[in-house]
């Protein structure tokens, strides 16, 4: 168990192309950091980079107060639960779980103590005298899982380890994943692009883009407060409405910070009866009527713009397609943004 | 299928009979004479039927041979072709994994270069560089020996292409996950690459068996001393005693065994041999 | 050229790996190559002692040698022969093999190996089956009529060697052409059959195109099989004769070379054939590479 720091880490691949511009991130023992992103933001070049799979052109990556930048991936001990799990095909599931271990020179009883125990937890001992093309997604993913928890090592590295998993087994697997984090407390970075993913895993949330980081925080913090539009953008489905400040004078008492010329408003936020306290009121036409379930989606055209705004509201709304709706936002919801630096204002 | 027509279905059975049968008869042929009598050759037309003789010709052909040819026993002859062939087809695999092992997972100065060297094997072959390659192998003092026979023949860019395309598709990811979990290098190829290979090596040892078996050229120029002769090459002696008509049926006995053991492999192993043949060629 | 994303960072061992394959390579290829390259531009004496540089005098030879150019061509028919005899054969049995179901795998072993036939073998085979005094070919040729000598008449030996060359190369053009065959879709045959297209139709306007990749791959690799890997072929049956009809370029190399021992000549001989063979293989990779697709 360990801390991970970054500092000053850069990455330029050919001489060209920067994927990572100077980052900075320090990750304390024991926490599950989710970064996300994109694809093409350098979060797996991150994650590489920790691993030791890709050169660090600048700056340093230390584990446990320890610079590794030189390191062999095996000298840095770590382990790796990769997307497409990257098991040996040839090798028993028990030979995937022993073959790390092995090459340490790990005594034979301790092997198999830790291989029981981690089938144990994993709930993989059925299979361990299958082959990997034998076994579901969702078993191999356990193997994959069970790799790395062997190996106890300092940190485990997460490479999108449930992409290829369907809807409902992903939503299992990540259950699985946050309680064994929570069980074995091991320093975890996780990369994913779904930021659902991120949300309901993190302990806490990077945000990357182009190669930089928009923004670190507890995943509420982020959704609450993104102090990016590409943040506000990213977090949050249906993702955050974006209205020109234009649109919005006549409805309600703004009082935003100078350079304000963007303002967000959550779907979630919108309500279709006044809200004590100053409130914005917008008149729109209902386009499409989404039920989700729990919750539902309105789709809907706002007067005068004609802009499309989203909004979350209680599953059995008293609203039709074709309609028309008066919609409130709390000017405590509003999130103000200058759209030349892409920075919040207040 | 999609339609049932009994003449299009009658008119395709006819059309792979008369296939098997120009394909089969040469060797049908072939085999009958070589079971027949020294006499039976004389006169008129080919017996086309076996005769009684096989057993006979074949034990005379295997111990004996037929020394006013020049040509060692049959046994001496197999057995040198059987060392030949096998020392290709494991050379050729030996050397060309480890190259392509190189080229695919390492990065190095002269990586595209060595690469060229080895792509350009594929328009030297043998016949059009004869006299050259002999003085080289004479110079090293290789002429009558196996590893004259072996050495030049065993570099190989189709052996060298098959596996750097079999390489390229295996998963980057099984690689990290093998450096994360501690395996260098020539850790990693033994543990994991070669495992994987294993149908690859044995697909292109099938195919290299038979290029080994079949070499006619070669051996003809670097062996003088009969105990070096390959079954291939020294059946052409037997063929070509001077003027006289060749004793058809030891010439055929000859045949026959010079043949069978390639194409009891491709037979037997139908399944690879394609597999080896189609994919050498991507 | 392509390489793994991560790649070991070992800076000497990658070039141990290749020393094997790359010493036979410098040894037996390219040196040799070299060698043959520069005394084609040189004469030796009588005795070998003195060697001067001619330029293209050898070439020039060559080139004026009725006995070469009637080889080129001689060469340039067989090849072509060859490869469009054993190609159709090929094509036609592929056809047939793919309409099967249940017995094609029998089919199948009983038609390819002859590729595991060694050329020289292949020769003497056939050298039997055409043998004057007691071969079948002649005594059934006789009942039709024809008069068959290939000792003596030039045409009967070619057609001889075409005959015997394209029966062992037709087990390889089935494969490859059942192969082919077999990654047409299935769908595109059934949606043909729904449009109207009746069987023969379906195979000229559907699968035929469809080949064609493989068609010009094979057309390629014929030309190649005709020309280099028939020598023992050649050896075991007419040796070039009779009256140089049958004297191919590989053939006419190793005479010149290694029994008329011009060695001038025969390297010159080599770098044609190798000149040859860049072209037919940089062909072959030109297009086979991108294919000749839809």
Redesign the interface.
Known sequence: MASIDISGVKKVYAGAVTAIHSLDLAIPDGELVVLVGPSGCGKSTLLRMIAGLEAITEGTISIDGTVVNTKEPAERDIAMVFQNYALYPHMTVRGNLEYGLKNRGTPRAEIDRRVTEAARILEIEPFLDRRPRQLSGGQRQRVAMGRAIVRQPKAFLFDEPLSNLDAKLRGQMRIEIKRLQRNLATTSVYVTHDQLEAMTLADRLVVMNGGRIEQVGAPLALYERPETLFVAGFIGSPPMNLIDIDDLRDKGPLALPDGTDLVGIRPDTIQLSPPNGPHLMLEATVELYEPIGGESHLHMRLDGSGQLIVAAVPARTAVTEGGRATLYVSMTDLHPFNRETGQRTD | ???N?PF??FL??L??II??V???F??Y??FV?STHGSGD?M????P?LPGPHLLENYGFMLNEGISTAGAPPLSIMLLNSLVMAISIAVGKI???I??A????????PF??L??W??F??????V???????????ADLGMLNSYPGLI??L??SATA?FLFRQFF?TV??????????????????FR??LL??S?TNIAALFVILF?YG?????WPL?VTTDSRYYTV??G??RL??TADA?PQ?NF??AA?IL??LP??L???LM?RL??KG??ET?K | MQAKRTIFPNKILPYMLLVPQLAVTLIFFIWPALQALKSSFEREDPFGFHTTFVWFENYRRLFIDPNYVGSLSKTAVFAFSVTVLSMTLALVLAVAVNRVLRTNRLYTTLLVWPYAVAPVVVGILWWFMFNPTIGIAPYLLRAAGVDWNHRIDGTDAMILVIIAASWKQISYNFLFFVAGLQSVPQSLIEAAAIDGAGPFKRFWTIVFPLLSPTTFFLLIVNMNYAMFDTFGLIDATTQGGPAQATNILVYKVYTDGFIGLNIGSSSAQSVVLMIIVIALTAIQFRYVERRVQY
């Open positions: 299928m999609i339609e027509r299009l279905a395709t059975h059309v792979l296939g098997v120009i394909v089969v040469p060797v042929l072939a004479a050759f006169r008129g037309l080919v086309l030996a050397i060309s480890l190259s092992y190189a080229i695919v997972f390492f990065k190095f990586r595209l060595a690469f060297i080895i350009i094997t594929l328009m030297l072959p016949e059009v560089r004869i006299i050259p390659t002999f003085k080289v192998v050495i030049p065993i570099a060298t390229l998963p980057d990811e099984l690689m990290e996950a093998a450096r994360v979990d501690g395996a260098g290098p020539m850790k990693f543990d994991i495992p994987l294993r038979i078996w079949v070499q006619y050229l120029l291939v090459m059946i052409k063929a070509a008509e058809w010439v055929m045949v010079a043949m390639p194409v492999v491709v037979i139908q041999f394609v043949l189609v060629e």
